[in-house]
């Protein structure tokens, strides 16, 4: 890789602009994954809420609030859960469980497979060891200015 500028340069860069930069190339690479199979970021997420559930599916109101979380959402949500009922990959019964389809379980099947594959892109080159510390300065910086992110 052909880097802009020496240790001693890449040292002055600014951190806000590379970690947007970063930000938006993966986010970009990932969503165009999920395009390929129909899909935005928020019915994924919420499809992936339910891959673990077992037959008896998962309170809606808990696959909320764990997305509403960590993802900064509000009550967008609500609507992306309606659409993912109305295109029959996801059931709601009248205990407001919900539940993947068939069809909800295939989707999810064939995107995360290409999502896989668009986050093997993404860490091409990079060492397990380089990834990890990578986070590491990036969960330091976030706490030395009293942001919060949220992590598995």
């Given at each position: 890789m ?111 497979e ?7 892109d ?31």
């Amino acid at each position: 890789m052909d880097y802009s500028h020496d240790d001693a340069g890449l040292a002055r860069q600014p951190i806000g602009y590379w970690a947007w930069a970063a930000h938006d190339a993966a986010v970009t690479h990932i969503r165009a994954a999920l395009a390929e199979h129909t899909l935005t970021q928020p019915p994924w997420w919420v499809l992936n809420q339910l891959t673990d559930a077992d037959e008896k599916g998962r309170p809606r109101a808990d696959v909320v609030a764990t997305l509403r979380g960590y993802l900064n959402m509000g009550d967008a949500l609500e609507p992306e859960i309606d659409t993912l009922i109305v295109r029959g990959l996801v059931t709601q019964d009248p205990a407001t469980r919900l539940r993947l389809t068939p069809e909800g379980h295939e989707l999810h099947a064939a995107a995360a497979e290409r999502v896989g594959r668009a986050l093997a892109d993404i860490h091409a080159g990079v060492t397990d060891e380089e990834y990890v510390a990578t986070l590491k300065v990036l969960q330091r910086m976030i706490h030395n200015v009293g942001g919060k992110a949220w992590h598995h």
